[in-house]
């Protein structure tokens, strides 16, 4: 790591990465153009990248391009949604997707050229391994998930989370081992050209961050104000 020394410009290599990364918006209209498997290979290389407890990487990322498999997962995504927003949510959660404007028709599940399915892998079957145990799964497969998404937008390339519970469907349908449990469903791709996404706001710094301790988010007597760098201009 001695020879991997700092950017010269530590700051400016920030706010571009920033800037990349306030581009990222999840999609639900996605493009039918095609996506080349190098690309969609290197994101996944970029989410194994991601650290996990005990290194154990408990993570299995299923990349789906067939026609029928996606076909499949859509009819399969549906029926579970139609429950969902037929009473399963219930009021709150209804309420609060609201704004999102979605329901459960799922075309891009078989738009997008790519689904890829992340798997959460509750038993370590590497064969070198000293046990098959594992550790801080959530955790480490979120921290990978987020490391995919972010290779996507450095790509160009548009994401959709999407979690159609419960999941089951998706191990059965992929052939998945018992040991293995659905995480999120991730369709790929461009933007369609009419797309539009809900206008979202994010927090601002001094909402998420705040400095040493204590309530209110910015210590009392404060003079160093937080920038927001949520900010656009
Ligand atoms: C764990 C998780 C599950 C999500 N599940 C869905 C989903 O099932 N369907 C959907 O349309 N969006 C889903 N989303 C997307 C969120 O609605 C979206 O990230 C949020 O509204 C913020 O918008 P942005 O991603 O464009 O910044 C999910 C996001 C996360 C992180």
Redesign the pocket.
Known sequence: MADDPPPDDPKKALDDFLATMRR???V?QFSDRPVPRELIERIIATAGTAPSGANKQPWRFVAVQDPAIKREIRLAAEEEERLFYGGRAGKTWKQDLGP?G?DEHKPFLEIAPWLIVVFKVLKDDEPDRLSDQVYYVNESVGIAVGLLLAAARVAGLAT?????TPMKFLGSILDRPAHERPF?LIPVGYPAEDCT??A?SRKRLDRIMTLDRGSPLRPPGSDVPLPNLNSED
């Open positions: 990222r918006r999840t639900r999102m979605t959709l989370t999407h979690t159609p999120v996404v809900p979202i």
